[in-house]
């Protein structure tokens, strides 16, 4: 019970104050703003690990998983059973969608034929995701890889792969000078 109450309070007050302090890169106060959503998030998360960094205006699901160094980005949305290795940078306005509208029902409207199952996205460590990146359900980034800003991400990302576009592909890789045939 007591354990329950810590994370409604944090999600109380980060929605209400720790949301719209200043980003952790305004002079002054924002070392306070980084530390101060860094405070919720440990109470909310089902896993936080230390020197986080959780932006201005980012919505989360409780039940993510986040790892040391890593962060949110400003305005960005990360949806529920998400993990978030070690190491890991995220741009602006990032959207990390967990599951789907269904839409296999020809003779009811999308609207009304509700949600597939959550399929969990799991970003591994050390890795960039530039600004306006799109994560889609089930999705699997490789550690070390970079995903240009405004991709949209499906399936399988390997390994130091550096990937880009709409639908996001290889475009080289870290440890080669070689792109992908």
Same mark, same amino acid.
């Given at each position: *019970?007591p #354990? &329950?109450? $810590? ?8 929605d209400?104050?720790?949301?719209? $302090? ?6 002054? @106060?924002?070392?306070?703003s ?17 020197? @986080?960094n ?5 919505? $989360?699901?409780?039940? #993510? ?21 070690e190491?890991? *940078? *995220? ?5 990390i ?5 269904? $839409? ?5 409207? *999308? ?11 799991? @970003?591994?460590?050390?890795?960039? #995701? ?9 999705? &699997?980034?490789g ?18 792969? #550096? ?5 996001? &592909?290889? @475009? ?10």
């Amino acid at each position: *019970m007591p #354990i &329950k109450i $810590f994370k409604i309070t944090g999600q109380i007050i980060y929605d209400v104050l720790a949301k719209h $302090f200043p980003t952790s890169y305004t002079k002054i @106060i924002g070392g306070f703003s980084k530390r101060f959503r860094s405070f919720c998030a440990k109470l909310i998360l089902e896993q936080c690990g230390s020197n @986080i960094n959780i932006e201005k205006g980012a919505d $989360f699901a409780a039940n #993510i998983k986040i790892g040391n160094n890593s962060g949110i980005g400003k305005d960005s949305i990360v949806g529920c059973f998400t993990e978030i290795g070690e190491n890991v *940078m *995220m741009g602006e306005a990032c959207f990390i969608y967990t599951r789907n509208h269904r $839409f296999d029902q020809l003779d009811k409207p *999308m609207c009304e034929q509700g949600f597939d199952e959550y399929r969990p996205v799991i @970003i591994s460590d050390d890795v960039w #995701i530039g600004a306006r990146v799109t994560i889609l359900p089930g999705t &699997k980034i490789g550690r070390g890889s970079v995903i240009g800003a405004g991709a949209v991400v499906t399936g399988t990302v390997p390994d130091y792969a #550096i990937v880009g576009g709409v639908p996001a &592909k290889v @475009i080289k890789y870290r440890n080669s000078e070689s792109t992908p045939q």
